[in-house]
T-cell receptor
Framework: KQEVTQIPAALSVPEGENLVLNCSFT??????LQWFRQDPGKGLTSLLL?????REQTSGRLNASLDKSSGRSTLYIAASQPGDSATYLC?????????FGTGTRLKVLA | ETGVTQSPTHLIKTRGQQVTLRCSSQ?????VSWYQQALGQGPQFIFQ???????GRGNFPPRFSGLQFPNYSSELNVNALELDDSALYLC??????????FGPGTRLTVL
């Protein structure tokens, strides 16, 4: 059974820091991995999608890597800003099913 | 191109009642999935529809059912509501590459 874990559960950093969020999964047979952002009480905003054949994806200040063999993905956020404060979720796709981690709550202090 | 929309935004029901939640997918997305998100947890997969047929289901009882229509809209129906059904319900449509796009969710409270 696929399990997705995100570490740390919560993170508080001063503005301007570069930071890394971690996602690990137990079964490497995945189609893709997607990172999302969720603001309190809101839906999910897609940040980056990495197909199983890819190693990384970049969008602006965000970079996500995927190491399928070790069951790990990292989301790197450069030069963090207070507007980056949110919960970050990763999800892996297996056949039709998407399995989510419990998220990392990020707070960026001005 | 419009995004994924959901209605209603909030809903309050009592135990034992039935509820229907609605979702409008992005045009051209043939796949829609529904998720339940309890407070402080990641979304839990309920089921997925592809071209109006259910093609996958998570660990939810049969009182959770759905429909998908040709106009890219879909419904989640929950019968015999229980207190533990209180959650944020999210729908997501997916493009052919598998990228999911989520709606804003419906907050259901069961009293």
């Amino acid at each position: 059974k696929q399990e997705v874990t995100q570490i740390p559960a919560a993170l508080s950093v001063p503005e301007g820091e570069n930071l890394v969020l971690n996602c690990s999964f137990t079964d490497s047979a995945i189609y893709n991995l997607q990172w999302f952002r969720q603001d309190p009480g809101k839906g999910l905003t897609s940040l980056l999608l990495i197909q199983s054949s890819q190693r990384e994806q970049t969008s602006g200040r965000l970079n996500a890597s995927l190491d399928k063999s070790s069951g790990r993905s990292t989301l790197y956020i450069a030069a963090s800003q207070p507007g980056d404060s949110a919960t970050y979720l990763c999800a892996v796709r297996q056949t039709y099913k998407y399995i989510f981690g419990t998220g990392t709550r990020l707070k960026v202090l001005a | 191109e419009t995004g994924v929309t959901q209605s209603p935004t909030h809903l309050i029901k009592t135990r034992g009642q039935q509820v229907t939640l609605r979702c409008s997918s992005q045009s051209g997305h043939n796949t829609v999935s529904w998720y339940q998100q309890a407070l402080g947890q990641g979304p839990q997969f309920i089921f997925q529809y592809y071209r109006e047929e259910e093609n996958g289901r998570g660990n939810f009882p049969p009182r959770f059912s759905g429909l998908q229509f040709p106009n890219y809209s879909s419904e989640l129906n929950v019968n015999a509501l229980e207190l533990d059904d209180s959650a944020l319900y999210l729908c997501a449509s997916a493009d052919e590459g598998g990228e999911q796009f989520f709606g804003p969710g419906t907050r259901l409270t069961v009293l």
